[in-house]
């Protein structure tokens, strides 16, 4: 079996042009001349290949590797090896990122699964969709009628993109996603199998059944949002489900009915978000969050793992636990109970 490369090596680039184009500053200017056509970890990197240092976990790795250049603080500079150019940045993390897209921009949003730019023959567009010139449709897509989609933009394999839907230009939608009902802004990714704008789960719950509600609202997700793979964000019932500018989702998150989300927010993986919660600007969930319906969560508060959010929580705020409480208090009781505990089993037991 051969080993393909997914990624084809990029043409090199030379340290001086890369610290320009990233912000960094070389240690010695006299390494600017040096070419970089690849990335690799600090402890695997060979010549040629681009590496950060932004753990002190990794530091020990410094003195022996292999890389052409690394991107470090200045407090690790004097830690990496001779023969290896230092680029020095405040975040070096960023700024690798910034030079690693650079490098391979391919793999920063979904591509063509077929190789190909243009409309495919194979594809299924309405004669009443709309698409500006220099968008990529891949075999199998379905394009709804009235849909609009903006120059730039990819739609991948069997990707549906329902009747009147509005997508903006240099966006990406995966292989076999869904947007249905919904309104996208430019830059926008939506990575495979996510499912955008199927109705919300609304019931008007009863003994004799259950009525469904009809779902008649709107997902918008504004610019630069990223969508995980197989997330579902569902439309709003009476008013719009709403994404702010520059939030990112992982994958495997649900999101529910008349949810608004601010700018800027970290929606990490399992998330389960109920109808009609807010979520301010610059919000944090880790994995498995659980947020209860009709909450509001206040700018830039952090929420910690597996925790279950069942009222408010006011800005700034860092909670962890189920239910959610201040983080330096619930891990005071975790520590109280694992203490009884551990003296419940230590004591001698009676004759």
Not at 59 to 85: M, N, V
Not at 95 to 114: D, H, I, N, W
Not at 119 to 143: K, M, N, Q, W, Y
Not at 159 to 182: F, K, M, N, T
């Amino acid at each position: 079996m051969t080993s393909p490369r997914f990624f084809s090596a990029p043409s090199p680039i030379r340290l001086d042009a890369l610290a320009e184009a990233t912000g960094a500053k070389l240690r010695d200017p006299a390494d600017g001349a040096r070419d970089i056509h690849g990335i690799g970890p600090l402890e695997g990197a060979r010549k040629g290949d681009l590496a950060f240092l932004d753990n002190a976990a990794y530091a020990k790795f410094a003195g022996s590797t292999g890389a052409t250049a690394c991107i470090l603080s200045p407090k690790f500079a004097d830690r990496l090896a001779p023969e290896c150019a230092a680029l020095i940045a405040h975040e070096p993390y960023r700024v690798f990122a910034k030079a690693a897209s650079l490098l391979f921009p391919a793999a920063t949003r979904p591509q063509s699964v077929f190789g190909q730019s243009g409309i495919s023959p194979a594809a299924f567009i309405h004669p009443e969709a709309r698409l500006e010139s220099g968008v990529t449709v891949d075999p199998g897509a379905v394009i709804g009628p009235g849909a609009e989609i903006g120059r730039g933009t990819l739609i991948g394999a069997q990707a549906v993109i329902g009747p009147e839907v509005r997508i903006g230009r240099d966006c990406a939608i995966g292989a076999q996603a869904s947007v249905l009902h919904a309104l996208i802004g430019n830059k926008v990714i939506i990575h495979p199998g996510a499912r955008i704008g199927q109705d919300g789960f609304g019931f008007a719950m009863g003994p004799a059944g259950h009525l469904k509600v009809p779902q008649i609202g709107r997902v918008i997700l504004q610019d630069g949002v990223d969508i995980g793979a197989n997330t579902t964000i569902d439309r709003g019932a009476n008013r719009d489900t709403i994404i702010g500018e520059g939030t990112k989702i992982d994958n495997l998150v649900q999101i529910g009915h008349n949810v608004v989300i601010g700018r800027h927010c970290v929606i990490v993986g399992q998330v389960g978000i109920s109808g009609s919660t807010v979520l301010e600007d610059y919000v944090v969930l880790a994995g498995q969050v659980g947020v209860a319906g009709h909450v509001r969560i206040g700018m830039a508060a952090q929420i910690g793992a597996k925790s279950g959010v069942m009222s408010d929580v006011p800005a700034m705020a860092k909670l962890a636990g189920i239910p959610a409480k201040p983080a330096k208090q619930h891990f005071r009781e975790v520590a109280l109970l694992s203490r009884l505990i551990r003296r419940g089993t230590e004591r001698p037991e009676s004759d």
